[in-house]
């Protein structure tokens, strides 16, 4: 609203959700350092949450996980099926946390962000106090579209043992913010049989990406692994880079033979991640030229662009997600502004635009 010359900007409202009253005190203080946000309540457990929701109506909430009564991941799906609100889950830097974490975001959480060790936070706090403030406010932000109901994680489909041959076709998708909910519509719908590697970058820290990839391999029928240095590019299969690395294709011998393979390397962040997408389409497009199709899916910012580019450039296609079903539509939007899609397709038609891009 204006008043005279003034322009007064709404702040974002947002509902602190945590066991712990060191840490409702450390995220309320993160988050009030900000002019432009306001914590209008906490909650010391999932079901105290849900009716501070209620009546306090934030515009973001910040979840713990780990909570008495009821966890977060609960709370997360209630809030989800009766009033959708941006939610992003605090999680433990553990395999265990990154297991719920994966399941949280699967049940509709915007992002997440890890919990500062209480021994470290000192050290980490300006760096956990800015990721805190900037995904809250992307997250004010969000679409929170759900194309269908949830992926379910449980028997994993039956799996073909692929044959170990060289791929000569690639697949490579970058995602980011909302990735992975989509990556559980576009891997389980593409077919054992496919002609070609997968290859996906998720900005995601170590060991949640081991965690996605196992989440993934659950659902679908090809299998899924989190890439390792050396990695034959195989068909029939999906690689996930892992956090912490860029991911490059080179050749290399394996057994006395030259391939095609996986390079992984703690080189500086471009864009701000590591692993980032860029990084690895550019590689993909060098190794493969015209039979490459990027895909470039919902996330904050424009990494992707430049490798998209560069995938045109040697002839292979691209896709990107409509801002429909995108959770966030900045890098599909910056890769379309560039010049660097061929076309753009909602989310449940992505699975099929690819094989028709593949077999063309």
């Known amino acids: 609203m204006t008043f005279g010359d003034a322009v007064v900007m709404k702040k974002i409202r947002v509902l ?57 991941i609960t709370a997360l799906e209630h809030i989800m099926d009766v009033n959708p609100k941006p939610v992003i889950m605090v999680s433990a ?8 974490t994966i399941r949280s975001l699967n049940s509709g959480a915007v992002d997440f962000v890890t919990k500062p060790d209480r021994r470290r936070i000192s050290f980490r706090m300006k760096d956990a106090q800015g990721e805190l403030i900037e995904k809250v406010k992307l997250s004010a932000k969000a679409n929170l579209f759900s194309p269908t109901g949830l992926s379910k994680r449980g028997q994993s489909p039956k799996k073909k043992k692929p044959l170990v041959v060289e791929a000569e076709n690639v697949v490579v998708i970058g995602a980011s913010t909302g990735g992975p909910k989509t990556l559980c519509e576009i891997i389980p719908n593409l077919p054992s049989e496919i ?6 970058v998720q900005h995601m820290p170590p060991k949640f990406t081991l965690t996605l990839a196992s989440w993934l391999d659950s659902l679908s ?29 080179k050749k290399g011998k394996v057994n006395g033979v030259i391939h095609r393979v996986m390079r992984l390397d703690k080189g500086p962040k471009v864009n701000g991640m590591r692993p980032s ?12 030229n015209e039979k490459v199709v990027g895909v470039i899916l919902t996330g904050m910012g424009h990494d992707g662009t ?18 429909n079903t995108s959770m966030i539509s900045s890098m599909p939007e910056a890769a379309f502004d560039s010049g660097a899609v061929d076309e753009v397709v909602s989310l449940a038609g992505i699975p099929n635009k690819i094989l028709e891009f593949i077999s063309s």
Request: aromatic letters at 6%.
């Open 16 to 72: 602190v959700a945590d066991d712990s009253s060191f840490m409702r005190k450390i995220i309320s203080d993160m988050l009030s350092s900000d002019p432009g946000i306001e914590v209008v309540g906490t909650a010391s457990d999932g079901r105290e949450a849900l009716a501070k929701v209620s009546f306090l109506d934030p515009d973001v909430i910040t979840m713990d996980i780990d909570m008495p009564v009821m966890d977060g």
């Open 306 to 323: 430049e490798g998209m580019k560069q995938i045109k450039r040697m002839k292979g296609r691209t896709i990107s997600q409509d801002e």
């Open 277 to 288: 997408i860029d990084v690895t389409m550019t590689s993909v497009a060098q190794a493969y």
């Open 93 to 100: 830097f553990t395999y265990d946390g990154a297991e719920e």
């Open 221 to 249: 029928s090809l299998p899924v692994v989190e890439a390792r240095d050396g990695d034959v590019v195989t068909t029939g299969k999906v690689f996930i880079a892992p956090g912490g690395f860029h991911l490059k294709i």
């Open 195 to 200: 002609d070609a590697a997968v290859i996906i």
